[in-house]
């Protein structure tokens, strides 16, 4: 074969990716591990359900053509807490716990960690970088030992072999580990990195045991050198791979990196003592990688020799790939590197698995499209191209031209009077007419709360009879009056709980929402929703992200009618009514890439803008809209995120600041870590922030009394995120450091974390029936 682009001498460029999704068709992982929660599956059905989604996804990729796998991204909850089990780093907290020796005990006390016992709250919880996969936080103190146990990982390196398959483990990397760990006591000026080296030790015999499995690569993760790191981390890095490059009959080790740039980390790694490397080079990493990475690297000679996973096929984007530029860029690498081979950027995780799997995407639209399945062959494709020539893939890369031709020519994609109304837009329309104090007064005269206002963040928990109703108006069993009716039905119930339980201002429990973000996607023009798009957001948590095709616009309005209906049944209590932000909307969508997202956040904040005057028009005094997205989207690096929070604060104010100063704006956010973005908080200027603060034991609120945040702040007093009931004392005791650090009784207010929809009711009662007599008992102190 004669080949331009292809030396002869050069080895087969081979397809790889860094890991797949867990949940398997039908979400067949979620549905087991639920029913082993609640008692129906037992442990061996359950282990035995992993297996079988393990086989068909290695099985899967091997139909693709790859035949080196990922092993080891799979998991049953999260694969950061599978790390800490095969590291034997459960915090002592839990002392009670039985142990990883038998499988059924192994998976009593997974469960245990990531969900809680009666004794101990869970791990907590956090963004997996910019992402919405949630992981556990390690939890370490200055006596952690690590033990390998590495039996589970080692079984999977022999499923993969046993398929015929060439098994290359994905373990978290050592640094990435210590440095998403958090100190088990916060006030013990503990830093999880002073353990670097033991844990070093532990990763060395690991790779020893992985080779002694078979396993002829090992990949560890490194994303952490993606974010800003100060050089002590660098060499802290150089040190640690050197001691695992001298481990004894070890498998090749390679270091991938995903989600971003390189920056200063590209030399450090590039010297590195390792075989292979893998780097982002998608479009979501940001248009700099591929110049300055490489640059950075292939300057660094160190690549000469090495192989290179060269993640040109974005995991996380739904976009079908530029073939050609992917290997354009293919072709450029290939030279300098030992051992090129074609990767997806970071795990497919963050995809919905098939978009066979959809039934209603126009077909046209569903030409531009690629989910996990077809990422898989384009990863292939781009790899057959450099090893065979293009002619070998022609009718591929033929395909993908056209489709993005279509995409590009498609009045679908592009409104004129959506692009004029942004361009119209000035800063008037971003400012309330008040600052927040008189504000507030007016609010309080009109609404006359007590001190410390109870409420919820909006949602009721969804019951099977919700569910059922849906499916059925889905199937054409109901039709929409008796839907309609069933959801009015609902909001009576939930609206005379709220008043039994005695709350000051009440929700309608947003019964007629599948989903706080596909709820709008599925009412504005510009957005594509999925039917079985799911992607796991924690444990067996998954969302449907919606995917932003072409310009938004609100066709009429989303949530006036439920608004206005549980105002009149609300027998006078104030009602708010909710909204999902710009910026959340956004984040928890697919987003283009042929426009910015500023861009995207403006047009959705003009629609949601609209919805927000119709309710206070329609007599809805209390407006909430949710940004509990703003910080997980805040760029990885810090020089790109005075921009982004220019624009994001930008979209919320221009969503919020057309109402009069006695509609009281409250906004919500699901974690604590304000840190740097609470200058952009303020800015966002809403009257009240109710935010995530039970598991971290209200660490926030030290922060906003030191920054002196003038607004009201709700501070989350029951973590919904676990099934525990908090006591009334424990309810009190949070809202005594509330108050005792430095946030005034009048403006704390009294709330859950986050929305109740995920909870039962046999939690959520007695849960809010302790917050209502905490804030009381609080209240009578003040
Ligand atoms: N209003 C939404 C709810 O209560 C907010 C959820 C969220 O912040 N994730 O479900
Ligand atoms: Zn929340």
Redesign the pocket.
Same mark, same amino acid.
């Given at each position: 074969m004669t080949n331009d682009h292809t030396p002869h001498e050069a080895p087969a460029v081979r397809p790889t990716v860094h890991g797949y999704p867990r949940q398997g068709p039908g979400r067949r992982l979620k549905k087991a591990v639920e029913g082993h929660w609640r008692g129906e599956v037992d442990a061996d059905a359950l282990l035995g359900v992993a297996a079988e989604l393990r086989r068909e996804r290695l099985q899967t990729m091997a139909e693709a053509g790859i035949t080196e796998v990922p092993v080891g991204d799979f998991s049953l909850y999260d694969h950061v807490l599978d790390t800490t089990l095969l590291l034997g780093a459960v915090p002592a907290r839990f002392p009670d716990l039985p142990g990883t020796g038998a499988p059924a005990d192994r998976l009593a006390t997974l469960f245990a960690l990531a969900r809680g016992t009666d004794l101990q709250p869970p791990l907590e919880m956090t963004k997996w970088f910019d992402t919405n996969y949630h992981y556990l936080v390690p939890e370490l103190d200055a006596a952690t030992t690590f033990t390998l146990d590495a039996g589970p990982l080692l079984e999977q390196v022999a499923e993969a072999r046993a398929l015929g398959l060439v098994p290359r483990p994905v373990v978290v990397g050592p640094l990435t580990y210590l440095l998403l760990a958090k100190p088990a006591d916060p006030s013990a000026g503990f830093d999880p990195l002073s353990l670097l080296d033991p844990l070093v030790e532990v990763y060395a015999e690991l790779l020893a045991a992985l080779a002694g499995a078979g396993a002829g690569w090992v990949q560890l993760d490194e994303p952490v050198l993606v974010q800003d790191q100060p050089a002590e981390v660098l060499e802290r890095l150089e040190t640690a791979y050197s001691r695992l490059a001298a481990t004894a009959d070890r498998p090749r080790l390679l270091v991938a990196t995903y989600f971003g740039e390189l920056g200063a980390a590209a030399p450090v790694l590039a010297r590195l003592p390792v075989e292979g490397l893998a780097v982002d080079l998608s479009s979501t990493a940001g248009a700099r990688t591929a110049e300055a990475d490489l640059a950075a690297l292939t300057d660094a000679a160190g690549l000469a020799g090495k192989r290179l996973l060269a993640g040109v096929v974005d995991g996380r984007s739904v976009w079908r790939t530029d073939l050609e530029a992917a290997l354009a860029t293919v072709e450029r690498l290939r030279p300098l590197v030992g051992q090129l081979d074609v990767s997806s950027s970071c795990s497919l995780l963050h995809l919905p698995l098939d978009l066979a799997a959809e039934t209603a995407i126009d077909p046209e639209v569903a030409s531009w499209l690629a989910f996990a399945r077809q990422k898989l062959d384009e990863v292939v494709t781009v790899a057959t191209g450099a090893s065979q020539g293009r002619q070998a893939v022609a009718a591929e890369l033929a395909a993908a031209a056209a489709a993005r031709a279509s995409r590009q020519a498609s009045p679908l994609v592009r409104r004129p009077d959506v692009r004029d109304r942004v361009a119209a837009v000035t800063e008037v329309d971003t400012r309330r007419d008040s600052p927040s104090d008189l504000r507030l007064a007016a609010q309080q005269e009109h609404l006359g709360l007590p001190l410390l206002p109870t409420t &919820?963040? /909006?949602?009721f928990p969804q019951t099977t009879e919700l569910r059922t109703a849906r499916a059925a108006l889905r199937r054409g069993e109901l039709d929409q009056a008796g839907y309609d009716a069933a959801m009015r039905t609902e909001i009576d119930r939930v609206l005379a709980l709220q008043t039994d339980l005695g709350l000051d201002v009440l929700?309608h429990g947003?019964p007629e929402r599948n989903d706080?973000v596909q709820y709008f996607a599925e009412l504005l023009d510009g957005f594509l929703t999925t039917e079985q798009g799911w992607v796991q957001s924690y444990g067996s948590r998954y969302v449907r992200p919606p995917i932003v095709v072409g310009d938004v616009a609100r066709p009429a309005p989303m949530t006036v009618g439920w608004s206005r209906y549980a105002r009149e049944a609300a027998g006078g209590r104030p009602v708010k009514g909710?909204l &999902?932000g710009p910026v959340t909307m956004l984040a928890w969508s697919f987003g283009r890439d042929d426009l910015g997202a500023d861009e995207t956040a403006t047009q959705i904040a003009l629609a949601l803008r609209d919805e927000v005057t119709d309710l206070e028009q329609a007599g809805i005094d209390i407006i909430?809209v949710?940004e509990?997205a703003l910080r997980e989207t805040l760029p990885l690096r810090a020089a790109d995120r005075p921009a982004y929070l220019e624009w994001a604060v930008r979209a919320f104010q221009l969503t919020t600041a057309g109402v009069a100063d006695r509609t009281q704006v409250h906004t919500?956010? +699901?974690y604590a870590e304000f840190g740097e973005i609470l200058g952009a908080i303020t800015a966002m200027d809403a009257d009240v922030i109710s935010l995530e603060a039970a598991r971290s034991r209200m660490e926030i609120v030290g922060d906003l009394a030191a920054a002196h945040y003038p607004n009201a702040v709700g501070p989350g007093v029951w973590d919904i995120h676990s099934p525990r009931v908090p006591s009334v004392e424990e309810v009190v005791e949070s809202l005594t450091l509330a108050l005792d650090g430095g946030i005034p009784a009048a403006r704390l207010w009294v709330n859950p974390d +986050? /929305?109740?929809?995920t909870r039962r009711y046999a939690e959520v009662e007695p849960s809010l029936r302790h917050l209502v007599q905490a804030a009381h008992a609080v209240r009578a102190r003040l």
């Open positions: &919820t963040i /909006g949602s929700v947003e706080m909710m &999902t909430q949710d509990p919500h956010m +699901c +986050c /929305g109740l929809k």
